[in-house]
């Protein structure tokens, strides 16, 4: 079994890590890739992954390394950050494509230079290091839940009236993309988009809170939900992409 260490950009990950490792473990289940551990971390911040990668990274190479509950070697570290903005840990970013246009290439070519980058940094086992890039941030996971009770309820159920003329009034209208990957594409800014939303409904607005235990358990919730789960994955196709490393890494 390989252990894998997620180090994310966010402190407040704890929901986001489980949804992933929810994932994770339902794929790795089914018998046909090995199972992995997994452990998580921050960087507290997008300027702290190098420094992370110089000072952390051979630490955790070492038997008995212990952080978050996991007393292990770590085999693998895959540094997660937001990518509203890349250019900040990865020079080579560049600017993103305007919203409404296709940025998969753009992300995909940003995740291989940030990769060299880290990989320079990294005192051992340079080929173990990962970069990947969240479009857009952590609060994309939570918009992509939008429609979905499992994890709304967590945040106080909003009146379905007011959140369908909500949704409506977007541009465009989330509940009509398809393939559901394109929402990546077109809501870059989620933040605005979340305190839109909870000005519009009655959802509690401390969700809107860096530390609110609400986002943690809107993200459990849809962890545990398979509908939901499985519409964050697909709308926020990045964080489908971590666990198929993940797992690949097994």
């Avoid at 770590?74 to 540094?79: E, G, P, W």
């Amino acid at each position: 079994m390989s252990a894998v260490l997620i180090c994310w950009e966010d402190r407040y990950h704890d929901g986001l890590h489980r949804l992933l490792e929810t994932e994770v473990r339902r794929s790795t289940r089914a018998g046909a890739h090995p199972q992995v551990s997994m452990a998580d971390a921050s960087s507290f911040g997008n300027l702290g992954f190098e420094r992370f990668v110089r000072e952390e990274w051979p630490m955790a190479r070492q038997p008995g390394w212990n952080i978050a509950g996991a007393v292990t070697k770590i085999d693998h570290l895959v540094c997660v950050a937001d990518a509203d903005r890349a250019a900040e840990c990865c020079r080579a970013a560049g600017s993103a494509p305007s919203a409404g246009q296709d940025s998969a290439t753009w992300v995909r070519n940003a995740e291989t230079e940030w990769t060299k980058q880290l990989r320079d940094a990294a005192p051992v086992a340079p080929d173990r290091v990962h970069g990947r890039f969240l479009r857009w941030s952590l609060e994309s996971a939570l918009l992509a839940l939008f429609d979905e009770p499992a994890a709304l309820g967590w945040m106080a159920r909003p009146d379905g009236a007011a959140l369908g003329g909500f949704l409506s009034r977007c541009g465009p209208d989330p509940r009509t993309l398809t393939p559901p990957s394109s929402f990546t594409d077109h809501f870059h800014d989620p933040q605005r988009c979340l305190r839109d939303l909870v000005a519009a409904t009655n959802i509690n607005s401390k969700v809107l809170s860096l530390s609110s235990a609400g986002r943690t358990f809107a993200l459990e919730a849809a962890g545990g939900d398979d509908r939901a789960r499985s519409r964050v994955l697909d709308r926020v196709p990045d964080l489908r992409a971590v666990a198929s490393l993940i797992i690949g890494l097994g």
